[in-house]
């Protein structure tokens, strides 16, 4: 089983963590692609409501290198975000889990890469 959301967060159930093939700190809304769409969402509804017209332009942060060069989109996927790092570091310290929601790094999600295969490099 894979799971992001837990009961009782931020203490969490350590039989269903070990038993978790992937475990998340609740953080599946946390790339800036996500974070940059909701605000997009409640600004368009805050504006519909008051009947503004909407005036803004919102993106999120470049990531640091945007080119990726990889054999195929799975490892390009892996090397954007996986899942796995993150999962064991949360199964090795569970108790940190709202300081690894707190401290979330940014990241970027697949859309914002070119991704370019090894193959034709």
């Known amino acids: 089983m894979i799971l992001d959301v837990w009961e009782n967060e931020p203490v969490i159930n ?25 605000t997009r969402m409640v600004l368009n509804s805050f504006c519909h409501f008051y009947g503004l017209k909407p005036a803004f332009d919102i993106h999120p942060p470049l990531p640091k290198e945007k080119t990726i060069y990889a054999v195929n989109e799975e490892e390009a996927i892996l090397h954007i975000y996986n899942p796995s ?13 709202e300081y690894f929601r707190s401290n979330y790094p940014l990241r970027r999600e697949k859309e914002a890469y070119e991704i370019i295969s090894k193959a034709s490099v």
Do not use: M, R, V, W
């Open 14 to 38: 350590p039989t269903l963590l070990e038993q978790a093939f992937l475990a998340t700190p609740h953080i599946a809304g946390y790339s800036a692609d996500g974070k940059a769409n909701a």
């Open 85 to 97: 790092t993150e999962s064991e570091t949360l199964k090795q310290n569970p108790e940190k889990f």
